[in-house]
């Protein structure tokens, strides 16, 4: 009998290393884009990096948002050490 997979969908926290961090205040959208494993579809490093949505749908801009709020407060962490 035939079951459904789901993807299961993760967090951003659990792929935010230093590494995207670094990439995150240098603004080199590609180093981001692999640090975070961004798919094609998913958004885009740019779009994180300079804070508007390719597709303007409310999902993609919440997610955008925390996205930029979390990194940002990541890297105010590490420059603040």
Known sequence: ???KRRKRVRGFTER???EAVAAYQA???GALTRALRL????MT???V????????TPEQIARTN???????ALAGGADGD
């Open 66 to 72: 925390a996205l930029r709020a979390e990194l940002d």
């Open 49 to 56: 990096i300079h804070g508007h949505c390719v597709v303007d």
């Open 27 to 29: 603004g080199d959208w």
């Open 45 to 47: 490093a740019r779009a």
């Open 39 to 42: 798919k094609p579809w998913d």
């Open 16 to 18: 935010i290393t230093p």
């Open 1 to 3: 009998m035939a079951t």
